[in-house]
């Protein structure tokens, strides 16, 4: 009884508040990574859900752009969600603004942050000057000093800051660590059409990681007609990116780039000095077995809910999810600890498990329902019985008619 109510409490909160809420391994938390998203990062944008559902990552979402209720609604989030004090803030190993309205951040939480990323916190902003919309706001934040990108150079350049429609092609460097070079093999788009860009201006000190050439061929300085895709810096401590573009563009497009994930989780990473994979194509893939597995989690929390409410006996079903969420753990320590070839074989483990519980859970729905359908059954039959009779009674032998009897005429003036 204990087992079910905690499963259906976890059922709950999977799918009342999947947001802040994720299928988590129970594992020190110093083997974990702690990541503060801020911007578009609600249950809309990928890059939410990637975070809620990778092992090494235990997010902190504070949706701050683009979310339903305008400025208010994001005033609300910060509010709620943002950390209360310095130390926690200071406790976050990266900090992600994908769009981030910043002028929403009061001047206290800047400085936390920017002090932060001093004491060794690693971060990662989008489009340049984080917003084609709010860089006057990010401008004039701490926040952004402790960023690669030189914003005041940016803003002092007569030439624009974004172009659109621009066709472009993405060079990576091969003489850096593999952070990126990893992938040029990969079935990524290097080449784009039609996309947005924005110009970046190396602080002194940063470096280059890839190369964006074309849409600012008439800037380039360093390269020929090429300016800085993504450029990262050590500011104090920590280790800060920038890229050109949004982070919902090229990173979260899973045609373009399905590698999207796999990128940001080498930054943070790096940021954070730990080793990049030797086989990026077995993370990749245990990636996708873990948001595989979660999926099937809720779709079989959602099974027996549905089988409950008609009197199925799920308990065997709930001590099985126990051995399969050890199982998992287990997995995801093998994961955190980086022995990546086991990890994969346990993970898989985990889905042939799940399934085989899922297979359970199904056939027990079945026998329960079987009642329901037997009744159904019954129910229509004897319907089909009773308007059958009904008819025949009616159309056939014509039990309700008197038989109409024959009427002469007598024929009149013949007399």
Same mark, same amino acid.
């Given at each position: 009884?204990?087992?079910?109510?905690?499963?259906?409490?976890?059922?709950?909160?999977?799918?009342?508040?999947?947001?802040?809420?994720?299928?988590?391994?129970?594992?020190?938390?110093?083997?974990?990574?702690?990541?503060?998203?801020?911007?578009?990062?609600?249950?809309?944008?990928?890059?939410?859900?990637?975070?809620?559902?990778? %092992?090494?990552?235990?997010?902190?979402?504070?949706?701050?752009?683009?979310?339903?209720?305008?400025?208010?609604?994001?005033?609300?989030?910060?509010?709620?969600?943002?950390?209360?004090?310095?130390?926690?803030?200071?406790?976050?190993?990266?900090?992600?603004?994908?769009?981030?309205?910043?002028?929403?951040?009061?001047?206290?939480?800047?400085?936390?942050?920017?002090?932060?990323?001093?004491?060794?916190?690693?971060?990662?902003?989008?489009?340049?000057?984080?917003?084609?919309?709010?860089?006057?706001?990010?401008?004039?934040?701490?926040?952004?000093?402790?960023?690669?990108?030189?914003?005041?150079?940016?803003?002092?350049?007569?030439?624009? *800051?974004?172009?659109?429609?621009?066709?472009?092609?993405?060079?990576?460097?091969?003489?850096? %660590?593999?952070?990126?070079?990893?992938?040029?093999?990969?079935? *990524?788009?290097?080449?784009?059409?039609?996309?947005?860009?924005?110009?970046? *201006?190396?602080?002194?000190?940063?470096?280059?990681?890839?190369?964006?050439?074309?849409?600012?061929?008439?800037?380039?300085?360093?390269?020929?007609?090429?300016?800085?895709?993504?450029?990262?810096?050590?500011?104090?401590?920590?280790?800060?990116?920038?890229?050109?573009?949004?982070?919902?563009?090229?990173?979260?497009? %899973?045609?373009?780039?399905?590698?999207?994930?796999?990128?940001?989780?080498?930054?943070?990473?790096?940021?954070?000095?730990?080793?990049?994979?030797?086989?990026?194509? *077995?993370?990749?893939?245990?990636?996708?077995?873990?948001?595989?597995?979660?999926?099937?989690?809720?779709?079989?929390?959602?099974?027996?809910?549905?089988?409950?409410?008609?009197?199925?006996?799920?308990?065997?079903?709930?001590?099985?999810?126990?051995?399969?969420?050890?199982?998992?753990?287990?997995?995801?320590?093998?994961?955190?600890?980086?022995?990546?070839?086991?990890?994969?074989?346990?993970?898989?483990?985990?889905?042939?498990?799940?399934?085989?519980?899922?297979?359970?859970?199904?056939?027990?729905?079945?026998?329960?329902?079987?009642?329901?359908?037997?009744?159904?059954?019954?129910?229509?039959?004897?319907?089909?019985?009773?308007?059958?009779?009904?008819?025949?009674?009616?159309?056939?032998?014509?039990?309700?008619?008197?038989?109409?009897?024959?009427?002469?005429?007598?024929?009149?003036?013949?007399?």
């Amino acid at each position: 009884m204990q087992n079910r109510l905690r499963w259906k409490a976890y059922l709950l909160i999977t799918l009342l508040a999947l947001v802040s809420v994720r299928v988590a391994a129970s594992q020190p938390d110093d083997l974990r990574i702690n990541v503060l998203l801020t911007g578009r990062v609600t249950e809309r944008h990928l890059i939410s859900s990637w975070f809620r559902n990778e %092992p090494l990552i235990d997010p902190l979402l504070v949706p701050s752009r683009g979310v339903a209720g305008g400025e208010s609604q994001v005033r609300k989030f910060i509010r709620v969600y943002f950390p209360r004090n310095y130390e926690t803030v200071k406790s976050q190993d990266f900090m992600v603004f994908a769009g981030t309205i910043m002028n929403m951040f009061t001047p206290t939480q800047h400085k936390w942050m920017h002090d932060a990323v001093l004491e060794g916190t690693g971060g990662l902003n989008s489009r340049s000057v984080l917003s084609g919309i709010y860089y006057p706001e990010w401008a004039v934040t701490s926040t952004q000093k402790a960023f690669p990108n030189d914003v005041e150079a940016l803003l002092a350049s007569p030439s624009e *800051i974004h172009r659109s429609g621009c066709d472009l092609e993405i060079i990576v460097r091969t003489d850096l %660590p593999p952070v990126f070079s990893m992938f040029i093999d990969k079935k *990524i788009r290097w080449r784009l059409t039609d996309y947005s860009c924005g110009r970046v *201006i190396p602080r002194e000190g940063a470096t280059i990681w890839m190369w964006l050439k074309g849409p600012f061929a008439d800037l380039s300085t360093i390269k020929p007609d090429s300016t800085p895709h993504t450029i990262s810096w050590r500011y104090g401590e920590g280790l800060t990116w920038t890229c050109h573009d949004r982070l919902v563009n090229w990173w979260q497009d %899973p045609i373009a780039n399905p590698y999207g994930l796999d990128m940001i989780m080498n930054m943070i990473l790096h940021s954070t000095g730990r080793s990049l994979p030797d086989d990026v194509e *077995i993370v990749h893939d245990i990636r996708s077995k873990v948001v595989d597995f979660n999926t099937r989690m809720i779709l079989l929390l959602g099974t027996i809910e549905f089988a409950e409410s008609f009197g199925a006996n799920m308990a065997p079903v709930f001590d099985g999810m126990d051995d399969v969420m050890d199982s998992k753990g287990e997995a995801d320590g093998m994961y955190l600890g980086q022995d990546y070839e086991r990890a994969w074989s346990a993970y898989r483990q985990c889905i042939q498990e799940l399934q085989d519980l899922n297979d359970v859970a199904m056939e027990r729905k079945d026998r329960a329902l079987i009642w329901i359908y037997l009744v159904q059954w019954l129910v229509v039959s004897a319907t089909l019985l009773v308007a059958g009779f009904f008819l025949w009674s009616v159309m056939i032998r014509r039990r309700l008619y008197r038989e109409v009897s024959h009427t002469s005429f007598r024929r009149t003036g013949t007399e």
